[in-house]
């Protein structure tokens, strides 16, 4: 300011003024913060994190690979595709699971499991709605589990064998069983556990009405759009307001709808369709993994080779199944056993039958030069470059391989199902397909008593620390008397726009929980 201001008043007045308004504007904004930060931290909220999960009216659009649901009732509705629509997005389960699969709170906060593993007492969550409004307590479980297992709905046989189900209030419910099911918990997280809302007289058919983050707003033989329910009664909303579900036949129509921005999401994906989208500007591909496990299936039947246990260790020593997963482009790990990474149970196996040249041959030597005849490879066209390492692996040990490809996966199964071959690449994908070893009418035709006993153990288990054990111990025997050759467990790809968050990575083809999308 110059001398003239300096001397006058007037103008002294007005600085003053406009500092004093500077000052109350400055701690204004400072205590607008502090009591923001105090709210925040009586609701015990992160103030930082609840930026992050403001919602938006927003639409994603997500492309799947396969038919849609012929219609919404998961109660009887069969296959994969109406378990990802709905369950975990329109649908909850009295216990839930992580995105690694591990047991955690659903519809009940907490349980218990008796010592004798028969009474599970499960305490449930406060304040829970439907989305219609209704009030979802206790009655509403024992409700759910009594029609599931009185009208036989999908996977009512995993809850085992029930003695009772009570709800000595409206917060808790008590199981009470005939005898241990260490799977219990497991069932509970699956279709069996889902909660219907006793009030609701709604055909099922084309209505779901649930408790979860969305409902569905409209379905068709095309498409399913899920909308925001934004009287949720959990504490987080979902992210978006609106995803539509697009089904596809085929793969290549859901890459080109990817490509021209029709969706912004594709699942699941082939690993050469991950491959090309990569190269892909504007698109990010991303893997997981899931059930899938990759395999050379031996078929022990009386008839076929393999029915050796001798010619099976040879064979697993002479193949290199480490460096087969290593070259392989959908191989998320290598195996070993019969469990998978997210299975109930698992333990890395790859060290019981290392690629040994030398000891494969010592175990041949047991064999007169002609005793053991040509060996039937089948592999799926997919694969035929795993099934050409593998016969020239085996040719090393002096035996013959006709190696046949087939055009497709199912084609392999046929023939496996058929019992017309030695050794077969296939896949198994569903959770806990391990106990197929104890089966000697099954595919592999293996049977071994220790191997049925162990299972057994497992089975009567009473609680779930036990039962993790014996299942290693059942998959480690499995694994040493040699019923197939583990080569890895498949990945799962995912293709998302840039800039698009909040996608689940692992078992997408089961279970495809969307409301952290946007």
């Known amino acids: 300011m110059d001398e003239q201001g300096q001397n006058n008043p007037k103008a002294q007045a007005m600085k003053a003024e406009a500092t004093r308004w500077l000052v109350f504007f400055g701690v204004a904004a400072v205590l607008a913060v502090v009591m923001w930060l105090g709210w925040s931290l009586v609701n015990l909220r992160n103030p930082i994190t609840s930026l992050s999960s403001l919602t938006s009216e927003s639409t994603m659009s997500v492309g799947i690979a396969g038919d849609a649901p012929k219609n919404l009732d998961i109660r009887t509705e069969q296959g994969d595709e109406v378990e990802q629509a709905l369950l975990g997005n329109v649908y909850e389960t009295l216990v839930s699971r992580s995105d690694t699969n591990k047991l955690q709170p659903g519809i009940a906060r907490s349980w218990q499991a008796s010592d004798d593993g028969l009474t599970y007492t499960f305490t449930l969550q406060s304040n829970m709605t439907f989305s219609n409004g209704d009030k979802l307590d206790a009655s509403d479980v024992v409700w759910s589990l009594q029609n599931t297992v009185n009208n036989q709905y999908v996977d009512a046989d995993q809850l085992g064998d029930l003695k009772e189900i009570t709800n000595p209030d409206e917060n808790t419910v008590v199981i009470t069983l005939n005898q241990p099911n260490p799977r219990l918990l497991r069932a509970l997280s699956g279709r069996a556990g889902i909660v219907y809302d006793e009030q609701n007289d709604a055909n099922y058919k084309n209505t779901a009405v649930g408790s979860g983050p969305f409902t569905v707003k409209s379905s068709s033989s095309s498409q399913i759009v899920l909308q925001r329910n934004d009287a949720y009664w959990g504490s987080t909303k979902a992210a978006c307001g609106q995803i539509v579900l697009y089904?596809?036949?085929?793969?290549?129509?859901?890459?080109?709808?990817?490509?021209?921005?029709?969706?912004?999401?594709?699942?699941?994906?082939?690993?050469?369709?991950?491959?090309?989208?990569?190269?892909?500007?504007?698109?990010?591909?991303?893997?997981?993994?899931?059930?899938?496990?990759?395999?050379?299936?031996?078929?022990?039947?009386?008839?076929?080779?393999?029915?050796?246990?001798?010619?099976?260790?040879?064979?697993?020593?002479?193949?290199?199944?480490?460096?087969?997963?290593?070259?392989?482009?959908?191989a998320y790990a290598a195996l070993g056993g019969p469990i998978g990474p997210l299975e109930d149970g698992y333990e890395d196996l790859t060290g019981l039958f290392p690629y040994d040249l030398q000891q494969a041959r010592q175990l041949r030597s047991y064999f007169g030069a002609n005793y053991i005849a040509t060996i039937d490879l089948l592999v799926p066209k997919e694969y035929e470059q795993i099934g050409n390492t593998v016969k020239?692996?085996?040719?090393?040990?002096?035996?013959?391989?006709?190696?046949?490809?087939?055009?497709?996966?199912?084609?392999?199964?046929?023939?496996?199902?058929?019992?017309?071959?030695?050794?077969?690449?296939?896949?198994?994908?569903?959770?806990?397909?391990?106990?197929?070893?104890?089966?000697?009418?099954?595919?592999?035709?293996?049977?071994?008593?220790?191997?049925?006993?162990?299972?057994?153990?497992?089975?009567?288990?009473?609680?779930?620390?036990?039962?993790?054990?014996?299942?290693?111990?059942?998959a480690r025997t499995v694994s040493e008397n040699a019923a197939s050759d583990w080569l890895y467990a498949r990945k799962t790809f995912i293709a998302v726009e840039d800039g698009v968050q909040g996608y689940p990575k692992n078992m997408t083809d089961r279970f495809l929980p969307l409301s952290r999308l946007e």
């Open 392 to 474: 020239s692996q085996i040719e090393q040990l002096n035996i013959g391989v006709n190696l046949e490809v087939l055009d497709t996966a199912t084609e392999v199964t046929e023939r496996m199902n058929a019992g017309t071959y030695n050794i077969a690449l296939t896949t198994m994908g569903d959770e806990g397909d391990a106990s197929v070893f104890t089966n000697g009418q099954s595919v592999f035709h293996f049977e071994n008593g220790d191997v049925q006993q162990a299972y057994a153990n497992a089975s009567a288990a009473t609680n779930d620390t036990d039962y993790q054990a014996r299942m290693r111990d059942y």
């Open 247 to 330: 089904y596809y036949s085929s793969e290549s129509s859901m890459v080109n709808a990817l490509k021209g921005g029709k969706i912004s999401m594709a699942v699941p994906l082939s690993a050469s369709s991950a491959e090309a989208l990569q190269k892909q500007s504007g698109i990010t591909v991303d893997n997981g993994v899931g059930f899938d496990k990759v395999l050379l299936a031996f078929n022990s039947a009386n008839e076929s080779p393999f029915s050796d246990e001798q010619i099976r260790k040879m064979t697993r020593f002479a193949i290199d199944a480490a460096s087969i997963a290593k070259d392989a482009k959908d």
